[in-house]
């Protein structure tokens, strides 16, 4: 199985921060990949998919880039909103990954 | 609009069956695979397979292989999620997913959108 790995685990921000995380897969997974918000006792909803196209209704301050190896997520200017949990994901083999996770709370 | 709803919360016991199922609308079921993604209690998202409806095939993570079974009724644009020999660490929050294709920029990418709203399984002796 390709192995998803990202950093931090967590981090603490402030409203208005720029915020970057990090996905690394254990080899190649081309663009296919896709990341995730996750707010507690919520279903997670897609915010980025094949590493830089934006899904309908995500606010722009989010932004993704990378292929390969190594992606980032990029939250521009951090809202109270976007105080949550985001997952990395591929979708290059036939049997789907997450990374395990990067909570964002409030400093 | 597009939405899955999912059954209720469960309670096993240990060696048990448990079965989660996944009702669709607001789109053509049979054109979309299934995916079901399961999260522990304050863990992270974990994968676990997926159906294609109109043929039933199927693939799951390798270690759920011989433990889950993963179908749909079409006729209800419903899909099911079987996980048998329960123990204590299956005790989670069970999602389903659509699966999106796009195949724009000389590339076809998957993302799951939209989730269903979660089903709570909880295994106790």
């Known amino acids: 199985d390709i192995q998803m790995t990202q950093s931090p685990s967590s981090l603490s921000a402030s409203v208005g921060d720029r915020v970057t995380i990090t996905c690394r897969a254990s080899?190649?997974?081309?663009?296919?990949l896709n990341w995730y918000q996750q707010k507690p006792g919520k279903a997670p909803k897609v915010l980025i998919y094949?590493?830089?196209s934006l899904q309908n209704g995500v606010p722009s301050r989010f932004s993704g880039s990378g292929s390969g190896t190594d992606f980032t997520l990029t939250i521009s200017s951090l809202q109270p909103e976007d105080f949550a949990t985001y997952y990395c994901?591929?979708?290059?083999?036939?049997?789907?990954?997450f990374g395990q996770g990067t909570k964002v709370e409030i400093k | 609009q597009v939405q899955l709803v999912q059954s209720g919360a469960e309670v096993k016991m240990p060696g048990a069956s448990v079965k989660v199922s996944c009702k669709s609308s607001?789109?053509?079921?049979?054109?979309?695979?299934i995916h079901w993604v399961r999260q522990a209690p304050g863990q992270g998202l974990e994968w676990m397979g997926w159906?294609?409806?109109?043929?039933?095939?199927?693939n799951s993570a390798q270690k759920f292989q011989g433990r889950v079974t993963l179908t749909t009724d079409t006729s209800i644009t419903t899909a099911y999620m079987e996980l048998s020999r329960l123990t204590h660490d299956d005790t989670a929050v069970y999602y389903c997913?659509?699966?999106?294709?796009?195949?724009?920029?000389?590339?076809?990418?998957?993302?799951?959108?939209?989730w269903g709203q979660g089903t709570l399984v909880s295994v106790s002796s």
């Open positions: 997913a659509r699966d999106v294709k796009d195949c724009s920029g000389g590339i076809c990418s998957n993302w799951l959108d939209p």
């Open positions: 607001g789109y053509t079921f049979s054109n979309y695979y």
């Open positions: 159906i294609k409806p109109n043929s039933g095939a199927t």
């Open positions: 080899q190649s997974i081309s663009s296919y």
């Open positions: 094949a590493a830089s």
């Open positions: 994901q591929q979708s290059y083999s036939i049997s789907w990954t």
